[in-house]
């Protein structure tokens, strides 16, 4: 999770550091008498550490579009705002809030996301699927599809069944399906469609529905109305085929999800199996 600062949108994982910072009481060369590390800044003797800065802009560059212009005055704004905060900070300190039960454990609830993002994010990249395992988990998903079929259909929706019925005869006497989907239906997202509800598989639907659907044969419509909580249907079945997945290098990086989040999860589970909570 990110909270952000506002207009510079700086990471409060990175932001954590500046209390690292201040806590440690680094202060300039010449009144510790110690070698420090390259500061950005002094704010009343107190070291604002560069790298701070080049840690909140790389993750600024991160979250950035690829190809975006980078604002030549990041840095400088940066600095400013870091400026900014260590003063509040040494205000909060002569305040006594650190000192806070409901402030500090606010710091180390800080602290520990800053700590447990990185560590997932280095476990995330040391255990990333292989091509091996993707193409295992594809051909898995694969054959569970099995014989599963999708299919095209058209619905007219009615308020009443005397209405569907009535809708019914008038199919009987050879009016057009669509025609009467654009006058009738009251479905608003496919009447203008003449009731096409594209290919689709029988769990998008109510079971009702469904069941009603795939009892049809090609070109066949329904001879008495089915009630879902919606209203009563007529249904056409304009077609159905088997599913077909789509290739290995269109669903690559959904995969690539999908396969890491299952391995955290095992990762978890067995983190949580070993572990001694009283």
């Given at each position: 999770?990110?909270?952000?600062?506002?207009?510079?949108?700086?990471?409060?994982?990175?932001?954590?550091?500046?209390?690292?910072?201040?806590?440690?009481?680094?202060?300039?060369?010449?009144?510790?008498?110690?070698?420090?590390?390259?500061?950005?800044?002094?704010?009343?003797?107190?070291?604002?550490?560069?790298?701070?800065?080049?840690?909140?802009?790389?993750?600024?560059?991160?979250?950035?579009?690829?190809?975006?212009?980078?604002?030549?005055?990041?840095?400088?704004?940066?600095?400013?705002?870091?400026?900014?905060?260590?003063?509040?900070?040494?205000?909060?300190?002569?305040?006594?809030?650190?000192?806070?039960?409901?402030?500090?454990?606010?710091?180390?609830?800080?602290?520990?996301?800053?700590?447990?993002?990185?560590?997932?994010?280095?476990?995330?990249?040391?255990?990333?699927?292989?091509?091996?395992?993707?193409?295992?988990?594809?051909?898995?998903?694969?054959?569970?599809?099995?014989?599963?079929?999708?299919?095209?259909?058209?619905?007219?929706?009615?308020?009443?069944?005397?209405?569907?019925?009535?809708?019914?005869?008038?199919?009987?006497?050879?009016?057009?399906?669509?025609?009467?989907?654009r006058s009738k239906s009251l479905d608003p997202g496919s009447k203008d469609n003449g009731g096409d509800l594209g290919w689709v598989t029988p769990a998008a639907f109510v079971p009702p529905f469904s069941e009603a659907m795939t009892k049809l044969t090609k070109s066949q419509y329904s001879q008495t109305p089915v009630r879902t909580e919606y209203g009563y249907?007529?249904?056409?079945?304009?077609?159905?085929?088997?599913?077909?997945?789509?290739?290995?290098?269109?669903?690559?990086?959904?995969?690539?999800?999908?396969?890491?989040?299952?391995?955290?999860?095992?990762?978890?589970?067995?983190?949580?199996?070993?572990?001694?909570?009283?």
């Amino acid at each position: 999770m990110k909270f952000k600062l506002k207009h510079l949108g700086i990471t409060f994982a990175a932001l954590s550091l500046i209390s690292i910072a201040g806590c440690a009481g680094d202060r300039s060369p010449a009144a510790s008498g110690k070698e420090t590390k390259p500061a950005a800044a002094f704010v009343n003797g107190i070291a604002i550490p560069d790298e701070l800065i080049e840690v909140i802009v790389a993750e600024q560059r991160a979250q950035q579009p690829q190809g975006a212009k980078e604002d030549p005055n990041m840095k400088d704004s940066i600095r400013k705002e870091l400026v900014r905060r260590a003063l509040l900070e040494q205000d909060a300190i002569k305040a006594g809030i650190n000192k806070r039960p409901d402030t500090l454990a606010r710091q180390n609830l800080a602290s520990q996301n800053a700590l447990i993002r990185d560590y997932v994010q280095d476990w995330m990249k040391n255990n990333a699927p292989s091509d091996d395992e993707l193409k295992k988990e594809y051909e898995t998903i694969k054959a569970s599809l099995g014989d599963q079929k999708e299919y095209h259909a058209r619905h007219i929706l009615l308020k009443t069944e005397k209405d569907a019925k009535n809708v019914i005869g008038r199919l009987q006497k050879g009016a057009k399906f669509a025609d009467l989907a654009r006058s009738k239906s009251l479905d608003p997202g496919s009447k203008d469609n003449g009731g096409d509800l594209g290919w689709v598989t029988p769990a998008a639907f109510v079971p009702p529905f469904s069941e009603a659907m795939t009892k049809l044969t090609k070109s066949q419509y329904s001879q008495t109305p089915v009630r879902t909580e919606y209203g009563y249907h007529v249904i056409l079945l304009e077609d159905m085929r088997n599913v077909e997945p789509p290739d290995f290098d269109t669903v690559k990086p959904e995969l690539q999800q999908h396969l890491q989040q299952k391995k955290w999860q095992e990762y978890m589970t067995k983190l949580e199996a070993g572990a001694e909570v009283k």
